[in-house]
């Protein structure tokens, strides 16, 4: 009786990986998000100025996704 693997180790680890990076990413906004008032001080802005900050940070993402996922498919297989 053969078993039939709906998916393969390395394909379950890369999706770990990859959850865990939105976990690491929502946690890093979170921090900020809580800590506003005082970075605004501490870079002599506002909150707005914070908050694209905070949103800079998500649209970088995005794009270095575009970049590294071309890269990875290139030098990965």
Do not use: W
């Amino acid at each position: 009786m053969s078993q039939n693997k709906a998916f393969s180790t390395p394909f379950i680890l890369a999706v770990l990986c990859i959850y865990f990076s939105y976990f690491l990413h929502g946690i890093s906004v979170i921090t900020l998000a809580q800590n506003m008032t005082s970075l605004a001080e501490k870079f002599s802005t506002d909150n707005a100025g914070i908050a694209y900050l905070i949103s800079g940070i998500g649209l970088g993402r995005l794009i270095s996704i575009l970049f590294f996922g071309v890269i990875s498919d290139k030098f990965g297989r």
